[in-house]
Every structure is written in C-alpha cells, then in structure tokens.
C-alpha cells in the first residue's frame, strides 16, 4: 500500500520515551521529516538521534499556547508547512475515584485536553494555507468505557477529547483537513510508574505478573498492545491511505472493548 508520506512534514506533540518513540520509528521509516517536542528533553532525545538532521526537535508544554505556537511556527520555518500533526499527551495514573481531589481533575483537564487543542490551533492555519493535512489525537479505552485501572479523571477528559475531534472533523472537512483520533488498549512496556500502580492495584508480587495477568483476564487476544502496533495506525490514519477518514476513531486494543 502505497502511504505518499515521502518527505512529509509531521509534528509530533509528546514525543516520549514508548508511544512517541515508536512512532517516530514508523514516520521516518516512510521517509517522512518529522518534528517533535516534549515537555521533557529527555522524552524527546532518542528520537531526535534517530532522525538526526532530517527532522526538529524541541521542549515545548503542550498545555501552554504560547509554547505550542513557538514550536509550530519553528517547523513551518524550517520545512514550510505541516502535512500532519500528532497529538500524543495525556498521562494516566492507576488509582481509585474518590483519591482525586479537585486539583487532580483541573490538572487533568490541562493534561488530555489542552495539548489537542492548542495544537490544533496552531496547525490549522497552516495546513489551510496548504490545500489540507491530517490531525490524529491518542485516546484512551478509558474514554469509551468507564471502570478500569486508570482514575476516572483521565477516562473523562478523554472523552471529551473524542467529542472535540467529532467536532472538528466537521468543520475542518471543507478544507481538506482530516481529524481522527486513535485509541489503544494497554501498550507494553508501560512507563515504570503506570506499571508499579497497576502491580499495587491488581495485588502481583511483580509487574510482570500484574500485566500477564491483566492480559490473560481483560485482552481477548491474550496480550497486550506493543507501541509499534499502535505507531501503525497513526501512520495509516496519517496517510493518503485514510484520504476519505475523518471523525473516526481507530481503536487497537486486541478486543478488550466490548461495546457497538
């Protein structure tokens, strides 16, 4: 299948250690260049090697304007343009509904949902001025079905991260803008402290045990997601391949959803 991102300019927005890395790994295997930033140069460092001089990368905080600006406006003067942009935030903690205190859930709100929208305002403009381009939001099974490890903070403003994609696809359309969102179920390796709270939270003497057994329990394919199985369908989605998708959500979570 040919994905015509060849030279392609990509912004990735959570460029981390796991996901960000692996989808770094994918985009340029496509010969894309890509661009992106986190808040911690650390997150963004390996993957700045990989793509060595065929791409940018820079700490930026997806939760403030004025930084998302500054990085976008950075890679359209570098590259000229933006072909797609990839909003990759939003940490989960395992935890307990009635732990959050009304901080959590503002710090939450800044966390799932600011990042995508901010992003979107930068972006826009400049794939409007270009004849299109793609947007892809990560999810989170937690958005879809209530319950879970992960507190229900998350699940809520992911939700509403899906509700704010619907919505752009809808408006963005006209102008050959493509909005999609995709959701993975558990991605292994997961960061130590997710994997240490889901061990605590499923009782497991080891993280090993704790995710064998949530697999084995909760994933009808009996394992869980690797990044790069992710990575794929944002690179699908990100493509000429998906040219008539939008307002979709790609879930790759080995049939732990049950839902229509």
């Known amino acids: 299948m040919e994905l015509g991102l060849n030279e392609s300019v990509i912004i990735l927005l959570g460029a981390g250690p ?7 790994e994918a985009f340029v295997s496509e010969g894309a260049i890509m661009c992106g930033a986190s808040r911690n140069p650390e997150n963004w460092r390996h993957s700045s090697q990989i793509v060595g001089t065929k791409g940018y990368f820079c700490t930026a905080d997806g939760r403030d304007s004025a930084s998302i600006r500054s990085f976008v406006s950075s890679v359209k003067d570098r590259f000229g343009t933006v072909h797609a942009a ?20 503002a710090e939450a709100c800044r ?11 930068q972006v826009v403009p400049v794939m409007q001025e270009h004849g299109g381009g793609a947007i892809v939001n990560i999810g989170s099974v937690s958005g879809l079905q209530p319950g879970g490890i992960s507190t229900p903070d998350h699940g809520f403003f992911k939700a509403g991260a899906l509700n704010l994609v619907k919505r752009l696809a809808s408006e963005l359309a ?4 493509r909005v999609n969102t995709v ?4 991605i292994t390796p997961p960061s130590p402290q997710f994997a240490e709270e889901v061990r605590v939270r499923m009782g497991a003497k080891t993280v090993e045990d704790a995710l064998r057994r949530y697999a084995s329990e ?5 394992r869980l997601a690797t990044a790069r199985e992710v990575a794929a369908a944002v690179v699908f989605l990100s493509s000429k391949a998906a040219s008539y998708i939008t307002g979709q959500n790609l879930v790759v979570d080995g049939g732990y959803l049950k839902g229509l």
């Not at 996901?19 to 770094?24: H, S």
């Not at 966390?111 to 305002?121: S, T, Y």
């Not at 909760?218 to 009996?222: A, D, E, G, Q």
């Open 183 to 186: 959701t993975p179920g558990f």
């Open 218 to 222: 909760r994933v009808p394919m009996r």
């Open 86 to 105: 990839i909003c990759n935030v939003g940490p989960v903690h395992a935890g307990d509904t009635w732990d959050l205190s009304p901080e959590d859930w």
């Open 18 to 24: 796991i996901l960000g890395l692996a989808i770094t």
């Open 111 to 121: 966390d799932n949902v600011l990042p995508l929208w901010n992003l979107c305002q």
């Open 174 to 177: 006209v102008h050959t803008i």
